[in-house]
Each structure stands twice: as structure tokens, then as C-alpha cells.
């Protein structure tokens, strides 16, 4: 062999292990890498009705499909019209607490419910799939006045005979896959709150005079619960009316923690990761998580200076959850302490330890059925709804709802 062909070779041979190097091997390893995160978020799901099983105040419709998140546009709400109270029974109770509400200095201000809403696959492409674009969630909304969601979902809670026997009537069987037709049906985004990094979890204490009633009053809550809003809505070109939930999460991050523009944008992540149904108040709602490298401090005096903090909280508290035992700590403490917990609360913390990787499948599955074991030799606050319409959680490569 002469010396320009062993040249040519070894030419040829270093280009073809650059390219191995550098390009093959990277899209080998990513792809490894996110086929495994795939797989652990579908562990995820398969564990969480370890949940179910013990508490169904809130209940996972749809799960994120990118990492846990709902990737940036993959989830949408298009606003369409205005809600009415239609059924005559339902217009007489609204005017019937009309005055009370006003007395307690409520305002009728206009929010945004849900009319319908769908999961639909958009790509086949296996890329798409693997980056959480191959799916769509689209909400369908509308304009509501407050007090027609006093009049309807709150009062659910806590009524007369009467005025129950006309709620339940309108409800019917009650569905998380199909929002009550008749009932304004509010959506919301709730945030758990890390801060430092991540190794702290904030949450608040809810005020009694701001809690809805006996019901939740002095309850632990996410630092952030924000309602949809009409100003979340950009009009396109053609006249449609179009908002995201991460645009609501962000909003209510300056609104109820009190973030400047500057702490948003030093937040390493703001996301979405489930969609969900509250089977006591029958709306659904966002869940997500921030993750800001503001001190605990900061945070607080943040809050505390919040537009919306004295009006609902009492306090702020943190946990550790820097470290897996730190987080499991924390998971039994939720199930120890469940009725000192809001649904919200139990709901968004356990998923976003769970998306963070903080948590494991499997730590539910044990701790789960720990308490099982200790309800069933003492009564608990731990109980199944049996008087609702359940869909199931379908796998990530399917169809869903």
C-alpha cells in the first residue's frame, strides 16, 4: 500500500470518528436518554392511582407529555362566548345570595370557565413524540360572572336541602372528562413553588375569611392559585381569542408571589404538568411548578408584598425536599396530615416532586399502601368518592379522553 492511500485512510478514518463523536453518538445518547425519561413519567402515571385509591378529591385527567410538562403550546384555550345561568331553579338561588354576597364585599367579576375540551394526536412523527408536540390539548372556554360560580360549584358545599336537590339536578352524574353543562365550570392554574434552587418547597396558610367557608379555612395551599382571566387572551388575526396556561402560571406569579419580570426570567423552569378535576367543587383545573434560585427570604418578603397575599394567606412555610429522603419525608407527612392539607396542595406537590424527579413510582406505591394498611385498623381522612364518573388515565402513546 503506498503512503497517499494509508493518508487517505487515516483522513477518512478521523472524519468518520469526528462525525461518530460529534453527531452520532450525542443523538444516540439523547435519545437513549429521553426514552428513558418517557418511560420513568409513564411509571409516573401507572403509580398515581396509588393516589386514587386513598383520596379523590382531584382527580388527573391529562397528563404532561414532555418531560411531565404539557410542552410550551402543546396545551391551549380558545375563547369563545359567554355563560349564562340558564335553568330557572339555578337564577332563583343566584338571586337569593345576590345580597349576601355583596354584604361579604364580593365583587361579580367576570372569570373564565370551560365549555369543553379535547386531547387530540397531531404528529406520528416519533420526533414529535419524543419532544411532546405529537399531542394537543385544546379548551374551549368562556366568560362567566363570578357569582355564578357562587351560585353553582361553591354552594355545592354548603347549602339547604332544597337548594341541593336543584344543584344535583342540573349536575346529574358527575364527570371529569365532561364539564357540567349548566355550571360555569372555572379554570385555574395552581404552581408549587421551589426556591434556592429547588431545595425548598413554599407553601402558604389560607386565611378563614378568604377560604370559601369552614371548608378550607386555615388549610396549607400552593404559593400560587391564579384563575383564568379574559386579559389572558391575545386576539389572532382572524378575530379568535387564544391564551396558554403558562401564560396564567406567570401572571399569577406576579400576582400572588409577587415576581418582577427580572424574577421570572431568573426562574430555571416555569411549567405546566397536569391537567386535572376537582371532584368537590366539579371544575378543572392546571397544575404546574416554578423553580426560582431566590432565597427563602427573598421569597417571603416577596409575598408578603404580594397584590393577593394578606387578602388570602396567614403565613408562609418551607420544606426541604433538596433530597429524595427529604421528599419522602414529606410524602408521609401529607398522608399523615392530610385534612391540615388543601386538595390543591396534596395534588400539585406530590406531581411536581414527581416531574422533578425528586420523587419515585414506587415511593408512592410503598407509602400508599402503608396507610392503607394503618385506615384500615383506624378511621381516616383518606376516603373514595364512590358517586362519580372516573375516566382512565390512558398510556402516553395513546389517545386521551
Not at 91 to 99: G, M
Not at 271 to 276: I, N, P, Q, R
Not at 323 to 337: A, S
Request: charged share 25%; aromatic share 10%; hydrophobic share 40%.
Amino acid at each position: 500500500m503506498d503512503w497517499f492511500s494509508l493518508i487517505a485512510g487515516a483522513v477518512v478514518g478521523a472524519v468518520v470518528g469526528v462525525l461518530v463523536q460529534n453527531i452520532a453518538f450525542p443523538r444516540l445518547a439523547e435519545w437513549t436518554s429521553t426514552r428513558r425519561r418517557l418511560r420513568f413519567y409513564a411509571a409516573v402515571n401507572d403509580a398515581w392511582s396509588s393516589v386514587d385509591q386513598i383520596q379523590s378529591d382531584i382527580r388527573l385527567v391529562q397528563a404532561g407529555w414532555a418531560d411531565g410538562y404539557f410542552a410550551p403550546g402543546t396545551a391551549e384555550m380558545r375563547l369563545d362566548g359567554d355563560f349564562e345561568l340558564t335553568d330557572p331553579s339555578l337564577l332563583h338561588i343566584r338571586a337569593a345570595h345576590t345580597d349576601e354576597w355583596l354584604g361579604q364585599k364580593r365583587t361579580d367579576d367576570e372569570q373564565v370557565g370551560i365549555s369543553s375540551f379535547i386531547a387530540v394526536r397531531i404528529s406520528d412523527d416519533p420526533a414529535d413524540e419524543l419532544n411532546g408536540r405529537a399531542h394537543h390539548l385544546q379548551l374551549v372556554t368562556h366568560t362567566y360572572r363570578y357569582f355564578d360560580y357562587l351560585a353553582t360549584h361553591d354552594l355545592l358545599r354548603e347549602c339547604t336541602d332544597a337548594e341541593r336537590a336543584a344543584l344535583t339536578a342540573v349536575v346529574g352524574t358527575p364527570r371529569a372528562d365532561v364539564p357540567v353543562r349548566g355550571f360555569p365550570n372555572p379554570c385555574s392554574v395552581g404552581l408549587s413553588l421551589f426556591c434556592e434552587a429547588g431545595a425548598y418547597l413554599v407553601l402558604t396558610m389560607r386565611s378563614k375569611h378568604n377560604a370559601g367557608g369552614k371548608y378550607l379555612e386555615d388549610k396549607i395551599f400552593n404559593a400560587v392559585g391564579e384563575m383564568a382571566a379574559p386579559w389572558d387572551f391575545t386576539v389572532d388575526l382572524d378575530g379568535s381569542r387564544h391564551a396558554t396556561p403558562d401564560e396564567v402560571a406567570r401572571r399569577g406569579l406576579h400576582q400572588e408571589a409577587g415576581f418582577s419580570g427580572d424574577d421570572l426570567q431568573s426562574c430555571s423552569k416555569i411549567g405546566v404538568h397536569s391537567f386535572a378535576w376537582s371532584s368537590e367543587l366539579l371544575d378543572h383545573k392546571f397544575f404546574g411548578l416554578a423553580v426560582t434560585p431566590l432565597s427563602r427570604g427573598e421569597v417571603e418578603y416577596r409575598l408578603r408584598s404580594a397584590k393577593d397575599f394578606l387578602a388570602e394567606s396567614t403565613g408562609v412555610q418551607f420544606y426541604p425536599v433538596e433530597t429524595h429522603q427529604d421528599c419522602v419525608v414529606l410524602l408521609r407527612l401529607i398522608t399523615q396530615q392530610r385534612l391540615d392539607w388543601s386538595p390543591e396542595a396534596v395534588f400539585s406537590t406530590i406531581r411536581s416532586l414527581l416531574v422533578l424527579r425528586r420523587l419515585r413510582p414506587s415511593d408512592l406505591v410503598n407509602t400508599f399502601a402503608e396507610r392503607r394498611t394503618e385506615a384500615s385498623e383506624q378511621p381516616s381522612g383518606f376516603q373514595v368518592n364512590k358517586n362519580v364518573a372516573m375516566p382512565n388515565i390512558l398510556p402516553r402513546d395513546k389517545e386521551r379522553l
